[in-house]
């Protein structure tokens, strides 16, 4: 049985309504297309992940920065009872042992480590948050960040760090064509209207092959007819840029 794929979804504990309510719904989406959900069980962003997920009736992992035995926050207990029905609950911690702040930083690798990507839902300038975000990129991971109103405070980490080229979440689909392009949906084009170039690009990228290096190699294009052929499908609106020279159909 193949690995599932999965997605930790993280962020503030002082979330807003919309941050909230992006964590919910993207949790409960990806639930749906068969993605597990990994988060850390704290206030805001992460328990509405979890929810999401659950209410999806999805599976979802929580990672703790306390042990096991030890639920923080008290308030997330009945969510924890949940989570146990339909997924899990991990800690690197042994029973009784002190939980220090440092702990939930700790944490944060596992929470990376265990997703095939990571969605930053809102951060401030000096959120844990970020932590994570390094974490992922430390371990190769892709990280799609939640773009955010420039005059709060809860947004302030995120645009810095799609400042700094993080990947850009608007929709499902920036992630699916990552982690699961099999699970896209779209309307082919008139494949009558490409070129044969076009048409072969536009197949490598439905076939999930999304880095324009790999498919110029795949196709033995030169530089100059894969980026004819790639602004082309663009202007088209058949394609749309994830950035870095990667690419998913729109």
Known sequence: MPRPKVVSIVGSRRCTRYGEA????TAYELAEKGIMIVSG????IDAFAHRGCLDAGGTTIAVLGTPIDYIYPASNRSLAERILQKGGI?????PGTQTRNWHFLERNRIVSGL??????????DHSGTLTTASLALDQGKDV??????????MSVGCNRLISQGAQVFTELND?????????LKHSSPQLETLSEIERSIWQQIKDGIVDGDEIM???K??????????MSLELKRYIKTIGFNRWMLC
Do not use: C, H, W
């Open 22 to 25: 992006i964590a919910y719904k």
């Open 41 to 44: 069980m704290a206030y805001g």
């Open 90 to 94: 991990l800690s690197e911690y042994a």
């Open 115 to 124: 997703a095939d990507a990571l969605l930053i839902v809102e951060a401030s």
């Open 144 to 153: 799609f960040v939640v773009p955010g109103d420039i005059t709060r405070p």
């Open 175 to 183: 992630i699916l064509s990552i982690v699961a392009p099999e699970k």
């Open 217 to 219: 190699e795949n196709l």
């Open 221 to 230: 294009l030169d530089v100059s007819d894969f980026n004819q052929a790639i």
